[in-house]
């Protein structure tokens, strides 16, 4: 039942013979005549049954790397140098006939996206045999067999007539099941792993993971993971490399970098992500300051100096080499010892500090239907809550369960079905029926980046708008206020002319804070606003984020699945399950005993970066049931492990408050609730 | 100001688009034909080698030769003259009705959009119903029920292409109907008239203006139709459709008269047509078919 989590390799374990080796590899991009060196010099090699992870920012070239791996670069880009072999061939020298016979035989692929990576029109059974035939001129009915059999290994429901399904037909878990069923059937000796379960929810992640580790263990395949997390590389891989702007700056096993990180960037990275657990209040969080350098103008000094916090002259002048720094532990910087502040004293406690006890939001009873033609979908079930004003309230759920629609039922861009919701002690509903007061009052920043300026207007046009609209400010005024929206997002004036395609990712996200401050609310919804940034800016906006909720006092409902983000800033913390309450209570009683049992196995999935926690494992099984037939029963009782009997089925639970402001929607008597064990353990003493 | 600069930048994507080099063979031949015809079109009465109307009764049926590049008709009209005037009233008509067909398409299209669920399956169906008619016909009903005459052809030709730029334009503005910079601008308490011209439609522009050089096209053959069957601009004014009507029964004999306007038609809409493909490759190139890394 324990550690899935403790440090997978032994440092002490030499590996067998290399499968794939990587030798001073340049690969560079041609542009127009503009020469783009994705990757410089990149060398690493991978045992046999290893599991090697390659972990970078979106930009960093992990892909580049994985695609030359499969000698499948895009047409503008060119191997320029060094060598790949695989078992000893050198993969550059092959012809493409012979590529063909290796790829999906001895070298398979798991892509990131299940769903474009199947064929729609193909039954998934098909889809596996037909690599059999392929590879091994199996017949048909062969074939077929062993699909169904793999389909068996990767645990998918009923496979025989899994086999038979379409892809449309069966979940986002099951279809990247189906995709490992089809690279692990060849027993392949590398298997190359591109982000597979970035798109998955923690707890199918989890289950993914597990999978993974055991067909690797089966099959005895090499992996070579490619991943931006480093909480899934520690419970996946050995070793593991960090990649960044297109050089691998730090490698070596597991364990010994993460406790002991030696290159600042990974130092950085792992001082980036919230902390799972920790025993005093909250620390800030350590952005990286910048962006990843532009490659077709390269420097001599050290990639990573611009950005490096410890950076001295020597970095500047000269790019360091590769040091070995232990046993198989390489570090491409000239030091090894880092004066740090000691980490005690930039504690801070980044929560709000005190909420009033004012009511700013009241939900009470809220449905939202969508009628179908099989019946009603019941998207928000019954569900109260409130937020006072200043408080930043959580909301914590798997994807469809409903936090959304519940967040867009507050801001008014849908309609809901029944119940009500009060704001400052007023009916609202749909957004055009609002007061032009209430309207202002009532901001949202949105999930993704790319998708919420609009790209024809330049971000002065975008941030005055609101400030016009309401006329916060006389019109003389607004270029003045606008430029101070943006420096408190940590932006410039020089910002106000550029469109939206002009800037990144991160930068889009604080353009949408400033817009949604602009009105000067009193509640903002934040729909995942950090899930689609990278690791290293993340950081940043939530740091902002806090920032700017202590200056104005103003309330957030903060939506993520990411629960060590939401413990980190979460006055209260919500968990949802397909449209109801599960357990609703301050984030550290969350973290400790009594679970509901949902919580639990959230709190299992996590993929805990620090190697000194141990966690429990607790998967659920199955997907989360079709919300549209009746559910007189609790929600969650279809994947509960701790189901109690039929009660569960037949009633649904009432919420009990087992702490003031904590309640626990569980049949489960609250005595055993609080009974098991705390999910986290902690091992060594705290080293980061 | 907000529209103006939103005017601004689907026109400031058409020249960064010149601006990458993306300019095609097409897009030069048709661009060349195009502005051919418009210059024809405006300078027409000053370049015409001889006047449209008169009669030169001593060369009736004149073969192409020296004074009468294209020959005459059986009137002794010079047909080169009559071509160029021709040129015209085809652009005029074609061009005011196909900006007529945008104007209502965008409308129409982009509300459409916006609103969703009911109101959309209303409009649809409604615009399902006028698409389903025979263009000929509808041209045909309308101009019977307006009477026949220049701004009357341009309204009947203008209603029958407006569902078709209705379809074009919903189905891009509903890829961005659900966009979270609209959901922004909802939340934000904007009215829908808003989203729709300011927020939605820069974002359609190039969309809009690919499509109004395709109906173009389609717009000139209607013209030159409408004017064959006797329901364009009434005589004598010049009109490609109307010149190869009244000639064709001496083809055999004298084919110059008949194949002079319709050459003319062809050319003017291969050379329109070029151009929208060359529009299109530069306004919503989806990148080339190569896989290649965006860097």
Redesign the interface.
């Given at each position: 039942m324990t550690g899935n989590n403790s440090v997978s390799s032994n440092p002490d374990v030499s590996r067998g013979p290399a499968v794939l080796s990587v030798r001073d590899v340049d690969i560079t991009?041609y542009?127009g005549k503009?020469k783009?060196p994705?990757i410089r010099k990149a060398s690493f090699e991978i045992g046999a049954g290893e599991a090697f992870g390659l972990v970078g920012e979106s930009g960093s070239g992990k892909s580049?790397v994985a695609y030359a791996v499969m000698q499948y670069?895009?047409?503008?880009?060119e191997i320029a140098g060094g060598e790949i072999a695989f078992s000893g061939t050198n993969l550059m020298k092959l012809s493409s006939t012979e590529l063909l016979g290796l790829r999906g035989l001895k070298i398979s692929m798991v892509p990131q996206d299940p769903l474009t990576s199947l064929n729609p029109s193909h039954r998934v059974g098909d889809q596996v045999s037909e690599i059999l035939k392929i590879h091994f001129k199996l017949s048909s009915g062969e074939a077929h067999k062993k699909a169904v059999e793999m389909l068996g290994q990767v645990h998918l429901p009923a496979p025989e007539l899994t086999a038979l399904k379409y892809p449309h037909q069966i979940s986002g878990g099951q279809q990247q099941r189906v995709l490992i069923a089809m690279a692990f059937c060849t027993n392949p000796e590398l298997l190359i792993m591109d982000e597979p379960t970035t798109g998955l929810d923690v707890t199918t992640q989890a289950r993914i993971l597990d999978l993974i580790r055991e067909m690797k263990k089966n099959h005895k395949t090499a992996i070579f993971y490619i991943t931006h997390d480093l909480g899934v590389v520690k419970n996946l891989c050995d070793r593991v490399a960090i990649i960044y702007a297109g050089e691998i700056v730090e490698e070596g096993n597991v364990a010994s970098i993460f406790l002991s990180p030696a290159h600042p960037y990974t130092r950085g990275l792992l001082n980036c992500i919230p902390k799972t657990y920790t025993h005093k209040t909250e620390k800030r969080l350590d952005a990286i300051e910048g962006f990843i350098p532009n490659l077709?103008e390269l420097k001599p000094s050290c990639i990573f100096s611009p950005r490096c916090k410890f950076v001295q002259e020597q970095c500047r002048r000269q790019a360091p080499p590769f040091i070995e720094i232990g046993p198989e532990r390489r570090s491409k910087c000239y030091f090894t010892e880092f004066k740090e502040q000691v980490v005690d004293d930039n504690f801070e406690d980044l929560r709000a500090s005190s909420p009033s006890k004012r009511i700013l939001v009241m939900v009470d009873h809220l449905k939202k239907v969508y009628p179908t033609k099989r019946g009603d979908l019941r998207a928000v079930d019954d569900t109260s809550f409130e937020c006072k004003k200043g408080e930043i309230l959580g909301m914590v759920g798997e994807s469809g369960c409903g936090k959304t629609t519940m967040a867009r039922c507050i801001?008014?861009?849908e309609d809901y079905s029944a119940g009500t919701i009060t704001f400052d002690d007023q009916d609202i509903g749909m957004?055009r029926k609002?007061s032009?007061e209430t309207?202002?009052k009532?901001?949202?920043v949105?999930?993704?980046p790319e998708?919420?300026?609009?790209?024809?207007?330049?971000v002065e046009?975008i941030i005055t708008?609101?400030l016009a609209?309401?006329n916060v400010v006389p019109k003389a005024k607004r270029r003045q206020r606008a430029i101070e929206l943006l420096e408190s997002v940590n932006l410039t004036e020089l910002y106000l002319s550029r469109?939206p395609h002009e800037i990144s990712g991160g930068e889009k996200q604080r353009v949408?804070i400033a817009?949604a401050f602009a009105?000067e609310p009193e509640l903002i919804i934040l729909d995942e606003p950090i899930s689609s940034l990278d690791v290293s800016v993340q950081a940043g906006v939530l740091n902002l984020l806090f920032d700017l909720q202590k200056k104005h006092h103003i309330a957030y409902i903060f939506i993520g699945h990411n629960l060590s983000v939401i413990r980190h800033l979460c006055n209260r913390v919500m968990i949802v399950y397909m449209g109801r309450l599960c357990e609703i209570g301050g984030p550290d009683e969350l973290f400790e005993p009594p679970y509901h049992p949902y919580t639990e196995a959230l709190l299992s999935a996590i993929p805990v970066v620090e190697p000194d926690i141990d966690q429990r494992e607790i998967r659920l099984e199955g997907a989360m049931p079709n919300a549209i037939d009746p559910m007189p029963g609790c929600a969650f009782h279809t994947r509960c492990p701790r189901k109690i009997g039929d009660i569960c089925v037949q009633s649904a639970p009432a919420e009990v408050e087992v702490k003031p402001g904590h309640k626990i929607a569980c049949h489960i008597p609250v005595e055993e609730l609080s009974a098991v064990d705390p999910m986290f353990k902690f091992g060594v003493k705290y080293v980061f | 100001m907000a529209n103006n600069s939103s005017n601004q930048s689907g026109f400031r994507k058409i020249i960064t688009g010149f601006l990458k080099k993306n300019i095609t063979t097409n897009l030069i031949i048709g661009g060349v034909l195009l502005l051919g015809f418009v210059f024809v079109g405006i300078f027409a009465p000053y370049i015409t080698p001889h006047d449209a109307e008169e009669m030169h009764y001593e060369n009736l049926k004149e073969m192409p030769s020296g004074p009468f590049l294209l020959g005459t008709d059986r009137f002794g009209r010079d047909i080169l003259s009559r071509v160029i005037l021709g040129t015209r009233t085809t652009l005029l008509v074609a061009s005011t009705s196909t900006l007529l067909a945008l104007l209502l398409g965008i409308m129409f299209g982009a509300t459409s959009a916006f609103f969703g669920g009911r109101v959309d399956n209303i409009m649809m169906r409604i615009n399902d119903i006028f698409m389903s008619f025979p263009t000929l016909i509808f041209a045909m009903l309308v101009i019977g029920v307006l009477g026949p005459s220049m701004i009357n052809g341009v309204i009947a030709i203008g209603i029958i292409y407006a569902p078709r730029v209705t379809r074009v334009v919903r189905a891009q503005a509903l890829n961005i109907v659900n966009l979270e910079y609209i959901d922004a601008a909802k939340v934000g308490g904007e009215s829908p008239f808003y989203i729709i011209f300011r927020e939605m439609l820069p974002n359609i522009w190039p969309t809009i203006i690919v499509e109004g050089s395709i109906r173009l096209g389609y717009a000139i053959l209607l013209t030159a139709s409408l004017g064959y069957i006797g329901l364009g601009p009434p005589p004598p004014t010049p009109d490609w459709g109307l010149m190869a009507y009244s000639e064709r029964g001496y083809m055999f004999e004298t084919p110059w008269p008949v194949f002079a306007p319709c050459i003319a038609i062809v050319i003017a809409v291969i050379g329109v047509n070029l151009f929208g493909e060359g529009l299109k490759d530069i306004l919503l190139a989806k990148g080339s078919r190569r896989k290649e890394a965006k860097i």
């Open positions: 991009y542009s503009v783009f994705a580049t670069l895009a047409s503008n880009g077709a801001v008014g861009l957004v609002r032009k309207r202002r009532i901001q949202m949105f999930q993704n998708a919420t300026l609009n790209p024809q207007k330049t046009e708008r609101p609209l309401y469109y949408g817009r009105t | -």
